[in-house]
Every structure is written in C-alpha cells, then in structure tokens.
C-alpha cells in the first residue's frame, strides 16, 4: 500500500476513507447487493454514483472545496514496488503550483482541458491534453492504450469548471473547402507543412484533407521552417502549386530568405520567364498567453516586398473567397490568418458556397456603411471596429467600416472615396504603430486627392510600440480594444 506521509493526509479529498492506524490508504468498502437486487448504499446509485465509488480507492492530494478550482494528482503505482512512488509525490507539487498559475490565464477562454501526465508512459507519449467534462475530473481511469485497455499509472489531472455562456462551435471551414475545391480541381495543387496531414492541421484546418488526397498531396514536413518552405519553393518553380502552412508566422522567420528571396524575387529577377505560383498561409498577430516571440503581425513586414501579393481575412467568406484566388494566382501570395479567428463561427452566404466563387485580390470590402466617419480595419480588428461601431450609433455617430481584406496590394481607391464622403479616417490594427500599415493609408490619403476632404487629422489605433507582455492585464492593453477605437472616433470627430 502507498505510505502517504502526514503532513498530505490533511488535504486529501473527503470522500476518500481515511488510513488506518499504520497510515496505509484502505479503499472505501464496495456497496453490498441486496435481495431484490439493489445496491445498499444510495450514494452509489447513478453515473456520478459510480465515479464517487471510482475515487474512492485512489488517494487525491491537494483537492479544493467544490466549485473551486481543483489541482488533483492520482497516485496508482504500476509496479508492486510502491515505495518509490513517495518521491514523486514531491516531485508533482511543483509543477501544480506552476501549473494553477496557468489556469488563471483563462487561455482563449476555452472550455475546461485537463493535462496528464503517465509514469509508465511518460517516455513514450510525454505530455497529453484531454477534454474533461464539466462535472469534474477526467482520466481518471489512466490513458487508453492503443492495444486495448487503459495505461495505469501516475495521472495529473487539472480542470477548470465551464463558464456559463453559449458556446460557438469553431469554423475553420471557410478556408478548409476553399482548399478542398481547388485540390480538386487542379491535381498540381498540394499542401505541406508541420501535422497538416495525419493530425489534421494544428488548428484543424486541413481536417479530412490527408484522408481524401491522399500523402502525394498532403504532405507532413520536419519541423524545419527553411527546409519545407525552400522545397515548396522548388516545387512551385517546377511547375506545381504548393499551399505553404506555417504554424505561426512567427516561425516564418526561419524561412524568410526562401520567402523574401526565392519567391518574391525571381519573377523578375529572370524578367518575367519564371513564375513562383505557392501561398504562404498560417495564424498571424497576436493569440493570447503566447508573449512577445509569438505574438507578432506580418502584415507590415511582407508588405514591404515588392513581388508578394498579401492578404489578410476576417470572416469565413474572406478566407474561403481569398485562398482560392491566391492559389490560382501565378504570384507568391502571403495569407496572414488570425489564430483567434478559427475558433469564431460565420456564416457562408449563399454565392460563397459556390465552387466557383472568388474574392478578388486587392479589392477591399465596405463591411458597414456610415457617413461621419471612416474606419478601416484587417482581420480580427475588423470585428472589434463593427462592436464600436454599433456603440457608437447609439449615440448618433455612424462609422463606415472597411475591411480592407489585401494589404499589398492595397485598394487605396476604395479608401479614397470613402473619406471623400466621411471627411474623417481612422485606421486600427494589431501591429506595431512604426511603419505599420495604418501609416502607409494615412501616407497614401495624405498624398492622394483625399487629403484635401480631410477635416480632421487621421488618427491611428495600433498595438503598443513593446514586445508582447506575458501578463493577461498587460497583453489587454497591447492590443487595440473596442473601447480604443471609440475613444479615437470620437477624438477625432472632437466630441
């Protein structure tokens, strides 16, 4: 039996029987069956019923009062040698402390995850996440086996009791079928990158694709940005259409010489004889939790360059409409996605659901139509400028929305007419404010025939000029807000 040292005895759960006198663990009796078949004892009786009698045998450390949050750690030795198992006890307290800490994050507000972690598999399967239910703990009964069965050992559970709101299944499917459709439709057409593959995409994206085309066609790659990224450049001037997924911009760093280099560069470094047809597409900007190395917005650096088409969706209809167009574009097209967006649900109208439908690249899209002022936006700020913008008409103020959906290049014409209209500009984004792309429209308005329908100085909203904090409080007030954006409407409208 697990010695369980006196200074743990106090926090373990209630409904566990408490050791006996030579401080040994002993498992709560199981119920008796009665003569008509019934089981003595109403606590067992049911689902939840059973889960109690289930916790019962098994010594929980560290439990919380109900409806609080509960850091659990389940201790079942998988060999007869126990003694042993005393020491990982104290080996685990450590990592629950960093682990609570985690918890208060609130990480994308997701719904309650539990983490494990297996003594007898820890080697062979590391790290696991699983979902848990909302009445409790998960995995419990240890890890399924491929084989069959259940992997005993030492489980770390953790959960987060569910927040009460709506849940809004995610809807990556915008993207997903645009891609389906055009391997279909093209059999030079082919994705690559880090689990797009068996794993379904990280972010589920490619979801059913590898089961369709196959591995010629849905290719899993090392981790190895530069190498996956130099092969599908190779490919696309071979002849082939190659879909490019990193899985953060962020990483795109490791690559940009094949990016910047290799494929922007050399249609016109052989004067227009070979083309460079491959999209570069993934999550961009900031996420949450992630801090400054994975928190950066592209949009500005690639539109830099010239020889990259760069677009940036908001909606489901942008991406679908947009990925379709740049892999039937000849040019390499940079597609800067929003992590945060994937888990957000839109819906498809009806001509989005055609094969055949397309969004232009470098058209912009007016998302709200509004006369006193003008707000243009790119990915998931656009949401952001809509909330303030149906705050703001409460009060009177109606804000013309564009979504600019391409940043290079940028249709500065659809800008133009609006702020001919709207005499005022605001621009957001998530970006850093230093030569960002807020600057190059308040730039292209200042030197264009807009300018002059100006009554008001145009107004930036940015992400703050400093790497990405870590600190929830700090990392909310690095990104433009709603409140942000009605607080510079109305600055600039002077009310």
Request: a positive charge.
């Amino acid at each position: 039996m697990l010695q369980i040292p006196k200074w743990q005895q106090q926090a373990m759960r209630p409904c566990c029987q408490s050791p006996n006198g030579s401080g040994q663990w002993v498992p709560r009796p199981q119920p008796t069956t009665k003569a008509d078949g019934s089981q003595a004892g109403s606590h067992v009786a049911g689902f939840s019923g059973r889960r109690r009698a289930l916790r019962s045998s098994r010594p929980t450390i560290g439990c919380a009062r109900p409806g609080r949050r509960r850091f659990c750690v389940v201790i079942r030795p998988p060999v007869e040698d126990t003694g042993k198992m005393a020491v990982v006890v104290g080996l685990v307290r450590g990592p629950l402390r960093q682990v609570s800490g985690l918890l208060k994050r609130r990480f994308h507000r997701s719904a309650p995850a539990a983490l494990q972690v297996t003594g007898t598999d820890a080697a062979r399967r590391g790290w696991e996440g699983v979902p848990s239910s909302r009445a409790g703990l998960s995995g419990l009964g240890g890890i399924a086996d491929p084989g069959g069965g259940r992997v005993p050992g030492m489980i770390l559970a953790v959960s987060v009791p569910a927040r009460r709101h709506s849940h809004r299944q995610p809807s990556p499917r915008g993207r997903r079928q645009g891609m389906d459709e055009e391997l279909e439709r093209d059999e030079k057409v082919f994705l690559l990158g880090e689990e797009v593959a068996q794993y379904d995409g990280a972010y589920k994206v490619s979801r059913g694709l590898w089961k369709k085309y196959g591995d010629k066609r849905i290719i899993d790659t090392p981790i190895s940005e530069m190498g996956f990224a130099g092969i599908a450049v190779g490919a696309a001037m071979a002849g082939l259409r190659p879909i490019c997924e990193f899985m953060t911009f962020n990483f795109s760093m490791q690559a940009i010489d094949q990016v910047i280099n290799s494929a922007a560069k050399t249609y016109y470094m052989s004067a227009g004889l070979q083309p460079v047809p491959i999209v570069f597409r993934g999550p961009n900007g900031a996420s949450a939790g992630v801090a400054a190395q994975h928190s950066q917005c592209f949009a500005a650096w690639y539109g830099h360059c010239p020889g990259l088409k760069v677009v940036s969706p908001w909606n489901s209809e942008d991406a679908k409409g947009l990925i379709k167009s740049a892999i039937r574009d000849d040019n390499p097209v940079v597609m800067l996605e929003n992590e945060l967006m994937y888990g957000v649900a839109f819906e498809l109208p009806a001509e989005a659901q055609s094969k055949d439908f397309l969004i232009p690249i470098g058209k912009a899209k007016i998302e709200r139509q509004g006369t006193n002022i003008t707000v243009v936006a790119h990915s998931r700020p656009v949401g952001h400028c809509l909330e303030a913008a149906a705050v703001l008409s409460k009060e009177g103020i109606e804000c013309e929305v564009i979504n600019l959906r391409t940043i290079r290049p940028m249709d500065i014409e659809a800008i133009e007419a609006s702020v001919m209209k709207t005499n005022h500009l605001v621009t957001v984004e998530g970006g850093w404010p230093q030569f960002g792309v807020g600057a190059e429209i308040c730039a292209r308005i200042m030197e264009g025939p807009a300018f002059n329908f100006l009554d008001a100085p145009a107004v930036r909203v940015t992400g703050a000029d400093v790497p990405m904090p870590y600190a929830k409080i700090l990392e909310d007030n690095s990104i433009p807000q709603v409140k942000d954006i009605i607080f510079a409407v109305k600055k600039t409208l002077n009310v």
